[in-house]
């Protein structure tokens, strides 16, 4: 059974950084397409950063210059590096990996900017 395995979240003041790492079993990020994605208290989910199995980046444009998606294949673990955290980032964070129709998600780690 594929397996995504957030951690990393916390409570951060504004302008602090957190890196969030997801942990995968049973699937190769050779082969899946790997997000993140962020939800907040009454918003709808959000597309935050995607890297492909070919290793293309791409955040969404609240994101740019502060966060930064990369993965591991040796560990098969994918990381959302964010600085300069505002309090607008506060979410629960999600790891998304897609092949095509197959889609697994995990299971969240929340994140809290506040002073």
């Known amino acids: 059974q594929v397996q995504l395995v957030e951690s990393g979240g916390g409570l951060v003041q504004p302008g602090g950084s957190l890196r969030l790492s997801c942990a995968a079993s049973?699937?190769?990020?050779?082969?899946?397409?790997m997000h993140w994605y962020r939800q907040a208290p009454g918003k709808p989910r959000e597309l935050v950063a995607s890297?492909?199995?070919?290793?293309?980046?791409s955040y969404v444009d609240s994101v740019k210059g502060r966060f930064t998606i990369s993965g591991d294949i040796a560990k098969n673990t994918v990381y959302l590096q964010m600085n300069n955290l505002k309090p607008d980032d506060t979410a629960v964070y999600y790891c998304?990996?897609?092949?095509?129709?197959?889609?697994?998600w995990g299971q969240g780690t929340q994140v809290t900017v506040s002073p």
């Open positions: 049973r699937i190769s990020f050779r082969t899946f397409n």
């Open positions: 890297i492909s199995s070919g290793g293309s980046v």
């Open positions: 998304n990996a897609v092949l095509f129709v197959t889609n697994h």
